[in-house]
C-alpha cells in the first residue's frame, strides 16, 4: 500500500487572531482541495477554533503544537487534550524539539504526551532529532534510537494507526541549514527500521515520515524524490501560503 503524503505547517508563536485567519483561508483558497497529499496546519491554541472554523469543510486539517500530560485539572496555562479535539482540531505534535530544549520536556515527558495524546484520538505527529553537537559526536542514530523506544515501546499498533513521525535534525530547524536528502534519507531509513524492531515491520512499511529542517519550495524537490520521506513538516516557510502551498506541489505526482 503506498503511503499517502502529508506536509504540516507548524505556525509556532506566530499570528495574532486576524493574521491566522487570513493565512487559514489562504492556504484554503490554495490547497482545500488538495488530493494526494494530506495537509495539516498547526496554528497557536488561542487560533485552534478560528482556524477550524476557516478550514471548516475543506481538505486541510488542524492541529495543536503540544499537549498537556494530564486530563485535567490544576495545571495552570497547560491544555488537554480534550480540549484540543473540543476545537476542532484533530492532530498534535508531540515533542517537538523546541519543546524539548526550550520547555525542558524530557523523554519521559513526551511519551506520557503521546499517551495523553492517543487517549482522547489525536493524530499525534512525533518529533525526534539530533542537535549539532550529537551529530559532530556520531551520536545521530543513537539519539533517534532512544527517543523513538522511550516513546513508543510497549504501545499497542492498533493505538498507533495514526502516528506520523517527523525526522527533523535540530540543527537544521530554522537555522537556513537544509539537510541534504542523502543524510535525511539516510536517517529516515534509520527510523523505520528501528519503528520495525519495535512495532514489525508490517507498521514500519505502513507509517509516514516527514523530514522537517528550513524546507522550503526551492529544495523541497529532492527531498520528496527520497524514498522514505514521505513529507515535510515546515516552520517559518508555512507562514507565508504560496510558498507552503509550493512545498506540497514540489512533489512529483506518482
Ligand atoms: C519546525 O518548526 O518543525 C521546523 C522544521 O521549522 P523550520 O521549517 O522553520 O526549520
Redesign the pocket.
Given at each position: 500500500m503506498p503511503r499517502t503524503p502529508i506536509v504540516g505547517g507548524?505556525w509556532?508563536m506566530n499570528t495574532d487572531l486576524a493574521q491566522a485567519g487570513t493565512l487559514a483561508a489562504e492556504v484554503r483558497h490554495r490547497l482545500g482541495s488538495q488530493r494526494g497529499c494530506d495537509v495539516v496546519v498547526f496554528p497557536p491554541f488561542p487560533f485552534l477554533r478560528p482556524v477550524t472554523e476557516r478550514l471548516d469543510g475543506c481538505r486541510v486539517e488542524v492541529g495543536a503544537q503540544d499537549v498537556a500530560t494530564e486530563a485535567k485539572g490544576a495545571f495552570t496555562g497547560a491544555v488537554a487534550g480534550a480540549m484540543i479535539a473540543s476545537c476542532g482540531a484533530s492532530w498534535v505534535l508531540i515533542g517537538?524539539s523546541e519543546r524539548r530544549s526550550v520547555f525542558g520536556d524530557s523523554d519521559a515527558v513526551v511519551a506520557k504526551k503521546l499517551s495523553a495524546a492517543l487517549a482522547v484520538g489525536l493524530k499525534p505527529v512525533l518529533c525526534v532529532g539530533e542537535s549539532r553537537s550529537e551529530r559532530e559526536a556520531g551520536q545521530t542514530f543513537a539519539v533517534v534510537r532512544r527517543q523513538l523506544e522511550s516513546a513508543l515501546a510497549g504501545l499497542a499498533t492498533d493505538t498507533l494507526r495514526a502516528l506520523v513521525i517527523a525526522y527533523?535534525p535540530v540543527w537544521?530547524?530554522?537555522t537556513g541549514l537544509v539537510a541534504t536528502p542523502a543524510q535525511a534519507q539516510e536517517v529516515h531509513a534509520f527510523v523505520r527500521g528501528t519503528v520495525a524492531d519495535l512495532l514489525g515491520r508490517a507498521f514500519a512499511d505502513a507509517v509516514r515520515l516527514q523530514y522537517?529542517?528550513?524546507?522550503k519550495a526551492d529544495n523541497a524537490a529532492g527531498l520528496w524524490a527520497q524514498p522514505d520521506i514521505d513529507g515535510f513538516?515546515?516552520?517559518?516557510?508555512s507562514l507565508e501560503a504560496e510558498g507552503f502551498a509550493a512545498i506540497v506541489r514540489a512533489r512529483r505526482a506518482d
Open positions: 507548524n509556532k517537538h527533523e537544521a530547524i530554522g522537517g529542517g528550513s524546507v513538516l515546515v516552520g517559518g516557510a
